[in-house]
């Protein structure tokens, strides 16, 4: 079994920076991207930020600049430092994960999501 546990969300003042972390655990074989997604209230689940096993990175045009997606693979985690904090950026985070598992093919994973909040 294979979970993916975030944490780090919570409620921040315009401007303001939260960090993200997220954990893979379980029967995992390999993990090749990993990544944060979004979803506000009425809104489709959008791309955030993605790296991949090399260390390339991606990321949506809204938080270039702003967010900072990093991995320890040795330790099947992923982060996201979000700084200058926007109101347009509250919403549910997700992580997810393009990974083998031990006795199962390839799959996406997804994280139980944390809420971010950016409010004066």
């Known amino acids: 079994q294979v979970q993916l546990v975030e944490s780090g969300g919570g409620l921040v003042r315009p401007g303001g920076s939260l960090r993200l972390s997220c954990a893979a655990t379980?029967?995992?074989?390999?993990?090749?991207?990993m990544g944060w997604y979004r979803q506000a209230p009425g809104k489709q689940r959008e791309l955030v930020a993605t790296?991949?096993?090399?260390?390339?990175?991606n990321y949506a045009d809204s938080v270039k600049g702003r967010f900072t997606i990093s991995r320890n693979i040795a330790e099947n985690t992923v982060d996201q430092q979000m700084n200058r904090l926007k109101p347009a950026d509250a919403a549910v985070y997700y992580c997810n994960a393009t990974l083998v598992r031990l006795y199962g093919p390839q799959a996406w994973f997804w994280g139980q999501g944390t809420p971010v909040t950016v409010s004066s």
């Open positions: 379980g029967s995992i074989f390999t993990i090749y991207d």
């Open positions: 790296i991949t096993s090399g260390g390339s990175t």
